[in-house]
């Protein structure tokens, strides 16, 4: 639905007004379209003492890009992005230059600019090593808090053993950088392997894959189906017989084909593997995205209200990753992506259905991101904040008026920034990426 | 002069007679088969939808095949369809229709329309032109809408103002003019009467059901087995790749799963009431007036392999079958009874060779008439010209997940209804399954078909 004070405050008379007036200003996102370039202006590399060789192959990869990239900056320049290496952080005081060396360009980062720190996990590392490493979590989540203009600050974290020229690691800071991020912001997503490869075409990294896409009727799961269309995919799209009509439109638009299924049946995953095996030969993607909602406050729940939810948000997605895994029924390098939700992870006030089947959905992909390593593959989460969709159009003005404001980029997200982030979990330059739980929030305040 | 024909006669001269083997012979043509269906729920006259029309609704149940099937943006060799009732101005409906749809523009498509039948010749048609290597695939169709019927000016109305459009001089044009009288400008709504006799279908069964001596218990029996069926099915899933909801509506609008025959033995009879016997046809036993479309998808073995698509059924053979009725000689819906025996003598079968039998139920009546005239050794022998019974079948065959009196009939898309839900059906049921097909048609025409589980 329109964000109707977004609208006021970037255009016309109002945007004076609202500027006069020091209102907050919510930007227009800087959103993907295909041919767009990847930044909005050149890209400043700055690392820590002891990252030279990591940035280098950082900026290495950039100009691979066609970027224009510089290792120093002033105050006076203009950066469309500014990557901050700090893999080789030995002790929390190595932070301080590269971390003041960034504070004196960002005041030029470009509208739609974007901060991207790279790092290491603090696994079991020395005391001070951890230390900077767990620091820069804090800096960056203060950081992307600073930003404004629709400008977003995220983290690639580098596992054990992670080289940086892992595939995914290029793979994620494409992502990061691209418009296809819009919407994540304030987040750190670590890199567990080597896996994956770059795509022959970043505009097409889906060509010849063939995705599942359950809910696929209308909201973000038809505009999953849109983008992994776009992408190059082969698109199923999946929805309980009643939306079928709706289904079989978003089918026909993105040339794919309509598979009417409740979820929650018995056989759900033997007729997902029958339509799409005997069509294609193969199942390389799935996206467990349909979702419903009974709220009520946890004193007023019944059963009616508490089961079917935990049965279609959670349990389905179980059963049939379980038995496509069981049956052999995957690609060679598939990829699973559940839908979680902010509320999985911070909890909401009368969801307590919803919240135990979305953190169900987190434990359950962190939990079987072994089995899908195991048969080539990943399995994530996107957790999606407040996103513009019939479902939050629905929620009373002021309430809905609040939500929308509760994040760093002060609007709620748009459909295609969950399916965005979920395409770029599915390509097979997001290899690596396994076990994790991305957030597309807008830096929601609530949770991690 | 036609009295004497036999169907013997018409036997031997008749086309080669279709194989009933699973693949061609070589010298056969080649088989062409079901791949599926889809249609939208159908609604009751005046329903959901009051405010659609042919060209929507037939548009809406193509592109619930297209996305079922992964058609979008292709060619599909043709698309036949029909409506029975039919604005003018629809002369290309399926045409139309097509180009509203997510198939490619450059899909051809052309009209049939064969009253109750046209769904099935549709389906006739295009499994010919596969079959002789024409077309490789083809959608059939049939839509009908009696909420948004045609309705047309008198024809004294007319005539008078086709001469006011040839009218040259201000004189002629006034004289025109003159003629035209308040009654002219009472408009025609059409009806479900037949041209000859002027009776309505529904009279004409009551004047068969009463010769046949069928019951009210009978009736009533069937129609609600009908509902029961029908309702199991939805709530097994049958329908969740045969159906696409439309406009609000998920399951048949006509479909009464609580029926029963208690309750349908309260309705007043509205057909027959001025027969000397008592009237036993009532609104629950008889088709209501229905709005709806669906769509079947055929192909040869090659283009759906090609795909990966299913491959439910072949259409093994057909016939077209007319009855005498306006003299009198036999019921108006009867002439699936006098085309079946025809078919089976064709095909080497027998009535009891067949897994399951679809039989339309225009009305209860229809269906049990059709069945006595099988069991009866006189009608057989004397007006089918057969050396006795074709004997009786298997009731528990019969319609199992429904049929018209439950679904409803939108006279066009029955034949589609019919030929998806038979072909699901078959290859549920096994290799070598067979079917046997009867839709009856106003005019005292029928067409009847054979499917058999790819």
Not at chain 1, 295 to 308: I, S
Not at chain 2, 125 to 137: P, V
Request: proline content about 5%; overall charge neutral.
């Amino acid at each position: 639905m329109t964000d109707t004070y977004l609208n006021l405050v970037n255009t016309g008379f109002t945007k004076t007004l609202a500027q006069r007036l020091g209102l907050p200003r919510p930007a227009v996102l800087r959103r993907h379209r295909p041919g767009d370039p990847l930044v909005t202006g050149p890209v400043l590399v700055v690392h820590d003492a002891g990252s030279q060789a990591e940035a280098d192959a950082l900026a290495e990869q950039l100009l691979g890009w066609d970027l224009d990239v510089h290792r120093h900056g002033n105050r006076d320049d203009r950066f469309g992005a500014i990557l901050v290496v700090l893999t080789g952080a030995q002790a929390p005081a190595d932070l301080g230059a590269p971390l003041l060396t960034t504070g004196g360009v960002l005041r030029g980062l470009a509208p739609g600019g974007r901060v991207v720190t790279v790092s290491r996990a603090p696994g079991d590392a020395a005391p001070a090593v951890a230390a900077a490493r767990q620091g820069i979590d804090g800096v960056l989540r203060s950081l992307a808090k600073e930003l404004r203009r629709g400008a977003t600050g995220n983290g690639i974290v580098l596992g054990d053993g992670v080289e940086i020229d892992a595939p995914s690691v290029a793979g994620t800071l494409r992502f990061l950088l691209s418009g296809r991020s819009a919407f994540v912001d304030g987040q750190l997503l670590t890199i567990g392997s080597g896996a994956g490869e770059l795509p022959a075409d970043w505009e097409r990294p889906l060509e010849g894959q063939v995705a599942v896409v359950t809910g696929a009727a209308r909201g973000i799961g038809a505009e999953i189906a849109r983008t992994l269309a776009r992408d190059g995919a082969t698109v199923v799209a999946v929805d309980v017989p009643a939306a079928g009509d709706a289904l079989a439109a978003v089918a026909n638009e993105v040339h794919g084909s309509a598979l009417q299924l409740d979820v929650t049946r018995e056989d759900a995953a033997e007729r997902i593997t029958e339509h799409v095996r005997s069509r294609h030969g193969q199942l390389d993607l799935v996206i467990h995205n349909a979702g419903i909602l009974r709220d009520k406050l946890l004193a007023n729940m019944k059963p009616e209200t508490w089961d079917p939810v935990l049965a279609v948000n959670v349990t389905a997605p179980l059963r049939i990753t379980q038995a496509l895994l069981d049956g052999d029924q995957l690609g060679t390098a598939p990829r699973v992506v559940c839908l979680a939700s902010t509320s999985g992870i911070a909890g909401n006030r009368g969801q307590t259905n919803y919240a135990a089947s979305k953190a169900g959905v987190i434990g359950m992909v962190r939990a079987s991101a072994s089995a899908l390593e195991g048969a080539g593959g990943t399995i994530n989460a996107v957790a999606p904040g407040f996103i513009e969709t019939d479902m939050t159009a629905r929620i009373p003005f002021a309430t809905r008026e609040v939500a929308r404001r509760l994040n760093s980029l002060q609007q709620g997200g748009q459909p295609r920034d969950v399916a965005e982030a979920i395409a770029f979990l599915v390509s097979p330059q997001a290899g690596g990426v396994n076990g994790q739980v991305l957030r597309v929030c807008g830096q929601n305040m609530v949770g991690q | 002069m036609a009295a004497a024909r036999t169907p013997g006669s018409q036997t031997s001269s008749g086309p080669t007679p279709g194989s009933t083997g699973a693949g061609g012979d070589g010298s056969s043509p080649r088989r062409a088969v079901v791949v599926g269906g889809n249609r939208i729920p159908f609604a009751r006259s005046g329903g959901p939808y009051v405010r659609a029309s042919n060209q929507d609704m037939l548009t809406a149940a193509l592109d619930g095949l297209v996305a079922r099937f992964g058609l979008a943006g292709e060619r599909v060799g043709e698309v036949a369809a029909g409506a029975v009732l039919k604005h003018s101005k629809d002369f290309n409906l399926a045409r139309e229709s097509v180009l509203g749809s997510a198939l490619s523009p450059e899909t051809p498509a052309y009209d049939v329309q064969q009253a109750c039948a046209t769904g099935m010749e549709t389906v006739v048609g295009l499994t010919n032109k596969i079959r002789l290597g024409q077309i490789e695939s083809g959608i059939a169709g049939g839509v009908d809408s009696t909420s948004d019927a045609p309705i047309v000016v008198s024809d004294a109305l007319r005539t008078i103002l086709l001469d006011l459009s040839r009218a040259k001089t201000p004189q002629q044009k006034l004289k025109a003019v003159s003629r035209i009288r308040p009654g002219h400008l009472a408009p025609s709504a059409p009806t479900t009467g037949e041209p000859r006799t002027g009776l309505s279908m529904g009279e004409h069964q009551a004047l068969t059901t009463a010769a046949m001596g069928i019951t009210r218990e009978a009736q009533d029996e069937l129609a609600a087995a009908s509902h029961h069926r029908l309702a199991a099915a939805y709530d097994d899933g049958f329908f969740d790749d045969l159906l696409t909801p439309y406009r609000g509506l998920t399951r048949d609008a006509n479909l009464r799963a609580d029926t029963s025959v208690e309750k349908l033995a309260k309705l007043k009879p509205v057909f027959g009431k001025h027969l000397e016997t008592p009237a036993t046809m009532t609104a629950g036993n008889s088709t209501p007036l229905s709005d709806g479309a669906s769509t079947v998808l055929l192909a040869s073995d090659a283009w759906a392999a090609e795909r990966g698509l299913p491959v439910l059924a072949t259409v093994v053979d057909v016939e077209a079958g007319a009855v005498d009725f306006a003299h009198g000689r036999d019921g108006l819906l009867m002439a699936g009874a006098h085309a079946v025996p025809r078919l089976l003598a064709r095909n080497g079968l027998s009535l009891q060779d067949f897994d399951y039998y679809e039989i339309h139920e225009a009305f209860a009546a229809t269906v049990l008439c059709n069945l006595a005239i099988w069991e009866s050794e006189e009608y057989c022998r004397e007006r089918l010209g057969l050396d006795g019974a074709l004997g009786s079948i298997d009731r528990s065959k019969l319609n199992v997940h429904g049929s018209s009196l439950a679904a409803g009939h939108p006279f066009a898309a029955t034949g589609g209804r019919i030929v998806a839900t038979l072909a699901k059906q078959l290859t549920a049921k096994g290799p070598g399954s067979r079917g046997l097909i009867s839709v009856c048609a106003a005019g005292g025409q029928a067409v009847v078909a054979i499917l058999e589980a790819a």
